[in-house]
């Protein structure tokens, strides 16, 4: 009887998958991703008990130039509330764009500020995804919900939807110099290559442009507390 049970389940999933759109993709699509905002909406729909599969839904993720337009699309929509500006270059030359959400952005305050960064790992994607749909809720939900209005008033939130676009292009984990951007944060093994290989400790760190940016945006925060 539990082999019964296992085979009928293992048809009725194989069933659920085979009425996806044949247009699914794994990595990117043809058509942009909307930025229309209507990203609270399309949460809640995977909440519901008999979700909709839509082609958006499984259409794959975002192109570095889809991204690029979305993060743009936040910052055209909600100019008050939001700030879009550049933290560097990839290797490859791709813009680090990073999303300021604050109810006074640009500006310094006694607020917390949290940072977030996506998709160091250029094989991981998701997290570039979920940091533009929490960019577009927080946006969206401006005074509209509680949790929302708090967030935006009292917080200054930096949000890197991509550290790794040349990664994520490339389908792999490390960078377009194939570096683990992950693990080599500065510790006390890249002090030691600072101190035992001289300029060339230094040299070799620099191949890691995108991790450099960010400690450089570390920085800033810091002298702006």
Not at 77 to 90: L, Q, V
Not at 192 to 200: D, P, T, W
Request: aromatic share 10%; net charge neutral; glycine share 8%.
């Amino acid at each position: 009887m539990a082999i019964s049970r296992r085979l009928l389940l293992s048809l009725f999933l194989l069933r659920a998958f085979s009425s996806l759109p044949a247009q699914a993709a794994a990595r990117g699509a043809s058509h942009p991703s909307g930025t229309s905002g209507n990203y609270g909406s399309f949460l809640r729909n995977l909440l519901q008990d008999n979700p909709m599969i839509t082609e958006e839904l499984v259409r794959g993720y975002m192109s570095n130039s889809e991204l690029e337009i979305a993060v743009h699309a936040i910052g055209s929509r909600y100019p008050n509330i939001s700030r879009i500006y550049s933290i560097g270059k990839s290797v490859n030359g791709v813009t680090l764009w990073v999303i300021e959400i604050s109810d006074k952005p640009g500006q310094k305050e006694a607020e917390p500020a949290f940072k977030y960064v996506g998709n160091v790992h250029g094989d991981e994607p998701v997290g570039r995804e979920v940091l533009i749909k929490l960019a577009n809720w927080l946006c969206d939900n401006y005074l509209k919900d509680p949790l929302a209005t708090l967030i935006v008033k009292n917080m200054h939130l930096h949000i890197l939807p991509t550290m790794n676009p040349d990664g994520f292009a490339l389908r792999r984990r490390g960078n377009a110099n194939n570096v683990d951007l992950n693990r080599d944060f500065p510790d006390q093994v890249s002090d030691a290559l600072f101190s035992s290989y001289g300029i060339f400790g230094f040299l070799l760190f620099f191949t890691y442009l995108s991790l450099l940016i960010i400690l450089l945006m570390l920085a800033v925060f810091h002298q702006q507390r």
